[in-house]
């Protein structure tokens, strides 16, 4: 499996990725423009609110010109069959690899009131937050770097980390709607993972790639990064699998770089300050070797290499009514946002301090999305 090279931004390029746009008002609940308020409704799968919260995912990707593949199916739950749909956003189609970010956007099903106003903020409705922020972050860093390939501006080492996208996947069906088995769980990524296995690329359809190699949509993943059970105060994050632990130690280096810099300083927050903050990442030494089941799993199975970053332990509101906007700590997730737009803008090398309009283009794009959004709200 190829792995991207990890460069890492001067600091006045971090500063800029921790600023652009504003990472508190897409994850702040009170602002019902916001990611997270309009995620946070109860969205079980195969109901109204879940289509909702899908067109929302799926028109604020569009907006921003990502290719986006709706992936629905039906299958067959304690409930009988239901209807599910993954939601797929790829930024560059015609790479050969991609890394992938990845949450689950359902709610958990319960049959009666109160248990059907369940809102999972942590569980996932943060997560998927953090994920449009970095895609509205990065968006414009992305267009520079295509236009620099496709104007054949760019050296050897840029052509090859290009040919590396980034892949956001939203999956549906994650919870369980009775007890958590094999088959009562995780409908949308067991589907998306199967589907993946038997799907192959037709030549010419990838830049780089050799023609007629006999590859399918698995092997061209070089990591999956998936996302859950964040947003609450003090989450300890473990390394799980030993296959992606350097890539655990780059996220830890990321927080502690913002961190000591006192990019993590928000509204006095003591807690924040550049020289008293404690890390979300526990020692390597503690690492929990994958046992918690997730989205991650028949994508393990298939020899994908997974970095999981959950709360280990789980958020004391989990599966319970208060996991709602109450469970949510605003510099927590501001602090999400800022380590997941440096991380992965050294993971897939690309260059914010490249030209001196690169901030105009950050600032026109966020514009633009805030009004076409707000316009349709």
Not at 257 to 276: E, I, N, P, Q
Request: net charge negative; glycine share 4%; charged share 25%.
């Amino acid at each position: 499996m190829l792995t991207t090279l990890i460069t890492s931004p001067n600091r006045a390029s971090v500063l800029r990725l921790s600023r652009i746009p504003d990472p508190v008002r897409n994850i702040d609940p009170s602002n019902q423009s916001s990611h997270v308020a309009k995620i946070l409704v109860p969205r079980a799968a195969d109901t109204a609110n879940n289509t909702l919260v899908r067109n929302y995912i799926v028109d604020t990707l569009k907006k921003l010109n990502w290719e986006v593949e709706e992936d629905s199916f039906n299958d067959t739950t304690p409930y009988g069959v239901k209807r599910f749909t993954n939601v797929i956003a790829t930024k560059d189609p015609k790479a050969s690899r991609r890394v992938i970010l990845a949450a689950h956007f359902d709610s958990k099903y319960f049959p009666t009131y109160p248990g059907n106003q369940f809102l999972g903020a942590t569980d996932s409705a943060a997560p998927c937050a953090f994920m449009l922020d970095l895609a509205e972050a990065l968006n414009s860093l992305l267009d520079a770097r295509l236009a620099r390939v496709e104007a054949g501006e760019s050296d050897e080492d840029e052509d090859d980390l290009a040919d590396t996208t980034l892949q956001l996947v939203f999956f549906d069906g994650e919870e369980a709607f009775k007890e958590w088995t094999a088959t009562d769980s995780i409908y949308g990524a067991r589907h998306l993972a199967h589907k993946w296995a038997n799907s192959y690329i037709a030549p010419h359809s990838k830049r780089r790639l050799v023609p007629f190699t006999h590859t399918n949509e698995i092997a061209g993943i070089e990591h999956l990064i998936l996302l859950d059970l964040l947003g609450a105060t003090r989450p300890v994050i473990r390394s799980s699998f030993q296959s992606t632990g350097w890539l655990f130690d780059r996220m830890l280096a990321v927080e502690k770089r913002l961190g000591d810099s006192g990019a993590f300083v928000y509204d006095g927050d003591s807690a924040t300050t550049g020289d008293k903050w404690t890390s979300f990442f526990a020692p390597r030494s503690a690492m929990s070797f994958g046992f918690v089941e997730d989205d991650h799993i028949p994508f393990l199975k298939l020899g994908v290499d997974i970095l999981h970053v959950i709360a280990n332990p789980f958020p004391r509101v989990w599966h319970t009514l208060k996991d709602d906007a109450s469970a949510l700590d605003i510099p927590t997730m501001r602090r999400w946002n800022l380590i997941l737009r440096v991380f992965m803008c050294e993971y897939l090398g690309l260059r914010p301090d490249a030209s001196s309009d690169a901030r105009h283009r950050v600032e026109r794009s966020h514009n633009e999305l805030l009004v076409d959004v707000t316009a349709e709200q």
